[in-house]
């Protein structure tokens, strides 16, 4: 079997991997000059930082991507922490206790600061263990057989019967279920302004899943080992290239390639079935199998065509709302930022008003740090990422992929030094000790991507929102990747990627 795989992150890589160990001959082409997507650790004067996934789930042990990296044979070269972060409003930072104080201690110090919800506080987390209970069910059935199985459906079937009520609701109307204060409810439901999604849009019951109490204290108990279904949160030591490098290292120890800047301008078919792909240079290059990553407009419409294309699926990528991009900027500093931020990271909010914020992103109005921002310290948990006694430091937003004023290029210098100057309020001295510093707007990423839009994370968890299916109408073309029915997250990518092989593997 010959196959070729578009693009090099985490899902072309992984399902490569999985294809070249099972015998088929594996090209991977990757447009960027640099493997790996936005799972990619870059350097400057001694000074690394990654510019894409930074705190994931997934990767210890009996977890998700850990198993695919064990089945891989390459569990060992990505070696990860297991960590939390905090999060600060403008009236409070939610930083845990020096000694463990249990599973709930969030919701007693929440108590305080909100006495007046403090009932509804408790009714809460009620909501959120039924919900992570259910979730922790649906973990055992993905694997559970036969009798076990049903009676695990039968189970959540009991467990769904008294939030079943709330199936239709969204986010917003869950929080003001259970809340009065919008800071409150900022706090719970804050994170789905950095998936570029309202609370209006965002399912309620998704709002547990997306605020997992294990984010923000690792001593808190996760599932690898016990029935919770509260994940852990891992940095992979050293910087995330150490997951690309081990994952493609596996294609080119099979024989593989994994083939650098070098575009894919055509994904060639033929009666219903896939013949090969055309590079930008206009050779053809034959092969069995395609699996194509990047954007799902990219690949469907332009790749391959409408013309090829049933109208159904047409329709549905036409409908699909994509998230926004990012603007980041990395520095290198030579103090100890840990006085002002103890934690590898942290996430700042200064707006309450989400529906408001995540519209105007979309009107392409960028909020220059003003709305919130977050901070991580990479070299704080692998010291290897800056020269000694000094520090990497990125800081970034959501931002506008297309600014309504101006452009990110003509831009760059001057709203970075404004974001540069929002974070000082958390670490002051930032500017003055800048030792280095590099910009990445969503123009870089769009190049680094090869996407017209760049979208962060993918497609948005916004109700209704649909992408496409890993298997394709085309005979021989699969679609894997953040905007694929996986969804973002190096976890997802990764877990597709392997699905999508073992379907490819059982001829099905
Ligand atoms: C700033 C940022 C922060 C993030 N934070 C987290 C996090 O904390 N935790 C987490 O789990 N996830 C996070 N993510 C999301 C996660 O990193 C992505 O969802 C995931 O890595 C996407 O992998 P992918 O393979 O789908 O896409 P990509 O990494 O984008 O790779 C696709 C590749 O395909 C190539 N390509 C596309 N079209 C072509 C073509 N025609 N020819 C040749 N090559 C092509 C592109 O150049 C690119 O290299 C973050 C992402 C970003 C950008």
């Known amino acids: ?5 578009i693009g090099s992150g985490m899902s072309g890589l992984t399902a490569g991997a999985y294809l070249a160990r099972a015998g088929h001959s594996v090209t991977v082409f990757e447009q960027f000059p640099t493997p790996g997507g936005v799972t990619a650790t870059i350097s400057k004067d001694g000074f690394a ?8 789930e997934g990767f210890a042990p009996g977890d998700k991507a850990r198993v695919i990296l064990e089945e891989l044979g390459v569990s060992d070269q990505v070696k990860v922490v297991h960590e939390d972060r905090e999060l600060a409003m403008p009236e409070f ?4 206790p020096k000694e463990y104080e249990g599973p709930y201690w969030r919701r007693e110090r929440l108590k305080k600061l909100f006495p007046a919800e403090s009932n509804q506080l408790d009714i809460y987390y009620r909501f959120y263990d039924r919900m992570l209970a259910l979730m922790a069910l649906a973990r055992q059935a993905e694997t559970a057989r036969g009798l076990a199985a049903l009676w695990l459906k039968l189970r959540m079937l009991m467990s769904f019967q008294p939030v079943k009520g709330m199936v239709n609701w969204n986010g917003g109307q869950l929080m003001d279920h259970y809340f009065q204060s919008t800071v409150l409810k900022t706090v719970f439901l804050g994170i789905v302004a950095d998936f570029v999604t309202a609370p209006s849009e965002f399912p309620a019951l998704g709002v547990p899943a997306i605020h997992l109490e294990t984010a923000f204290d690792k001593r808190i108990p996760t599932y690898p080992g016990t029935r919770s279904a509260q994940a852990a949160y891992c940095y992979i030591l050293g910087g995330c290239q150490t997951l690309v490098d081990a994952v493609k290292g596996v294609i080119l ?3 593989g390639k994994v083939i650098v800047n070098t575009a894919i301008k055509k ?3 033929e009666n219903g079935r896939v013949k090969g792909v055309e590079l930008a240079d206009g050779r053809f290059e034959a092969a069995d199998q395609v699996l194509a990553s990047g954007g799902m407009s990219e690949v469907f419409f332009d790749l391959v065509g409408k013309e090829n294309l049933p109208a159904e699926l ?6 699909i709302r994509l998230m926004e991009s990012v603007h980041m900027v990395q520095l290198g500093i030579d103090f100890d930022p840990t006085p002002y931020q103890p934690s590898a990271l942290c996430y700042y909010y200064y707006t309450y008003d989400l529906e408001l914020a995540v519209k105007r992103l979309r009107s392409g109005d960028y909020h220059e740090g003003k709305e919130g921002l977050l901070i991580y310290v990479p070299s704080l948990h692998s010291p290897s990422m800056a020269p000694s006694g000094h520090y990497a430091v990125t800081i970034y937003t959501v931002a506008p992929d297309t600014l309504a004023v101006g452009s990110w290029s003509s831009r760059r210098e001057e709203l970075s030094d404004k974001l540069v100057a929002v974070a000082e309020r958390h670490i002051p001295g930032l500017r003055q000790h800048t030792k280095t510093r590099l910009i990445l707007t969503p123009e870089d990423f769009r190049l680094r991507t090869h996407l017209k839009h760049h979208s962060f994370g993918g497609v948005p968890p916004v109700m209704g929102n649909k ?8 005979q021989g073309l699969w679609f894997v990747g953040a905007q694929s029915e996986s969804g973002g997250g190096v976890v997802n990518v990764m877990t597709g990627a392997q699905k999508t092989a073992r379907q490819i593997l059982q001829g099905q």
Not at 1 to 5: P, W
Not at 93 to 96: C, H, P, V, Y
Not at 314 to 319: D, F, K
Not at 467 to 474: A, E, N, Q, R
């Open 1 to 5: 079997m010959k196959t070729v795989i």
């Open 49 to 56: 930082w990654d510019i894409g996934p930074l705190i994931m």
């Open 93 to 96: 930072t939610l930083r845990k």
């Open 253 to 255: 120890e099979k024989g």
């Open 267 to 269: 994904i060639v078919v």
């Open 314 to 319: 047409i329709s549905q990528i036409e409908s």
């Open 467 to 474: 992408p496409p299916s890993h298997k394709t109408p085309i």
